[in-house]
């Protein structure tokens, strides 16, 4: 029965739900508890949009801490517009299996509602169209792909895999971001003597996020913005230094707060932007020394730092702001990236 279930999800995935709930009904006959085929048919109710019924489904689950039971119960709730006991129901699921399929991406996206990162990323690109971009931590090329002409992009990963061609001209370097630093002349890869904007997205640990940023402020100027990932912590387990979960973000959260202490002349906020947060990042000086010259200080003072319990204190310590455009441009109303006639926002 267990490999007719198995089967039964696949078709559901598959947006078979007629031939799903058969399969799944066929289990029931035998056994009116039975959970996997529940799940299953509350899974493929849900995706119809179908949330009373599949609360009902899931009501019929006798044994306790089926995280999967809990997963579609968020759903249930969330679309009928019942965010708290959709938050309690995620919660409940990744405290009971923290790599429960789509658990931590329902808490993610209950705790930081709107649009993903990767559209605020592109939103950058819409309104800067910036002459060079920098990106270190390329993966499967989700993000690189929104650089639009005649933007030069240059992306960095020792082992990229690049799905879908650029718009743009795109030259990918299979580094680490710190031997790339070292060994290229980012001026001569960018065609440009300067970067306009970057995103960090590589190493989940915020030193080395820190040693990126070192790095690119080094060919910043005035209207240069770099955009980090990762700088909301969901909670402890998924934001410790160490992977113990699939859905992970490391302690690159501790990013914006260095800067806040560190360097008090840099405009920092964070856009509380799905699964984790968008830091933004202006007003750099390339003649700042000061992150380097005191770097072993901050990885010894931030290094154990533990993650704050309470979700409000994690947003102030990211200072993160709503997730819009129009809160994004409020804050960089005065930024010179926005105000400069070669970078002009579209209208």
């Excluded at 704050?308 to 997730?323: F, G, L």
Aim: aromatic share 8%; charged share 25%; hydrophobic share 45%.
């Amino acid at each position: 029965m267990a490999d007719a279930l198995e089967v039964a999800m696949a078709f559901m995935q598959a947006g078979r739900f007629a031939d799903a709930d058969m399969i799944c009904r066929d289990a029931l006959k035998s056994n009116p508890r039975n959970s996997q085929a529940l799940c299953v048919l509350a899974t493929s109710a849900n995706a119809r949009k179908e949330h009373r019924q599949a609360l009902e489904l899931l009501e019929k689950i006798r044994i306790p801490g089926v995280a999967a039971a809990h997963v579609e119960r968020s759903v249930a709730h969330l679309g009928l517009g019942a965010r708290e006991m959709a938050f309690r129901e995620a919660r409940l699921a990744v405290e009971t299996s923290p790599d429960v399929p789509g658990g931590y991406w329902l808490v993610a996206n209950i705790l930081m509602p709107g649009d993903p990162y990767y559209k605020m990323l592109q939103r950058f690109h819409e309104h800067l169209r910036p002459r060079s971009y920098l990106e270190i931590g390329v993966d499967q090329g989700a993000s690189i792909k929104l650089a639009n002409p005649p933007t030069i992009a240059v992306g960095i990963d020792p082992e990229p895999r690049m799905k879908e061609a650029p718009k743009t001209i795109c030259k990918i370097f299979p580094l680490r971001s710190s031997d790339y630093f070292a060994r290229r002349d980012v001026r001569r890869d960018l065609e440009a003597d300067v970067i306009d904007l970057a995103f960090i997205d590589g190493l989940h640990t915020f030193d080395q996020v820190l040693r990126d940023f070192i790095n690119i402020e080094k060919f910043a100027h005035e209207r240069t913005i770099v955009l980090v990932h990762d700088c909301i912590a969901v909670d402890g387990l998924t934001a410790e230094r160490e992977r113990k979960t699939a859905f992970w973000t490391g302690d690159v959260w501790k990013f914006i707060p260095v800067l806040r202490e560190y360097r008090p002349d840099l405009s920092v906020f964070t856009v509380a932007a799905p699964p984790s947060g968008l830091g933004v990042v202006s007003g750099l000086d390339p003649r700042s020394t000061v992150l380097a010259a005191r770097f072993d200080e901050i990885v010894a003072r931030y290094e154990r730092m533990p993650v704050d319990p309470d979700p409000v204190r994690r947003r102030e310590q990211a200072a993160a702001i709503s997730n819009t455009w129009h809160d994004v441009e409020a804050r960089l109303a005065r930024a010179p990236a926005f105000v400069d006639t070669a970078m002009q926002p579209v209208v």
